[in-house]
């Protein structure tokens, strides 16, 4: 299993810049991806960055030029850094993880940490 905590978020205003961390322990070795999602209030669950193991990266149509997703080597952290942040990036965003196991992938989530900007 895969434990991850989120560190980051609160009130920005537009314009500004915030940077998110997730911190991964446990079963480490067994990642293969390394993404943030974000659900705005009354809309469904978006995959905003995602980085794979082999370091291949790819971003949402809305943030890129934006946000810059990165991990570390020894795949205990990834980091979202957020600029230029508009009111319709408000969210809560979330960590999310995807490990191989004995049946296949699994998912693991963080605990989600609000994002808020205000126009």
């Known amino acids: 299993q895969v434990q991850l905590v989120e560190s980051g978020g609160g009130l920005v205003q537009a314009g500004g810049s915030q940077r998110l961390s997730c911190a991964a322990s446990?079963?480490?070795?067994?990642?293969?991806?390394m993404n943030w999602y974000r659900q705005a209030l009354g809309k469904q669950r978006e995959l905003v960055a995602a980085i794979q193991i082999g370091g291949s990266i790819r971003y949402a149509d809305s943030v890129k030029g934006r946000f810059t997703i990165s991990r570390d080597n020894a795949k205990t952290t990834v980091c979202l850094q957020m600029n230029s942040l508009k009111p319709e990036d408000t969210a809560v965003y979330y960590c999310?993880?995807?490990?191989?196991?004995?049946?296949?992938?699994?998912?693991?989530w963080g605990q989600g940490t609000q994002v808020t900007v205000s126009s």
């Open positions: 446990g079963s480490i070795s067994s990642i293969n991806a």
């Open positions: 999310n993880v995807v490990s191989s196991g004995p049946l296949g992938l699994y998912d693991y």
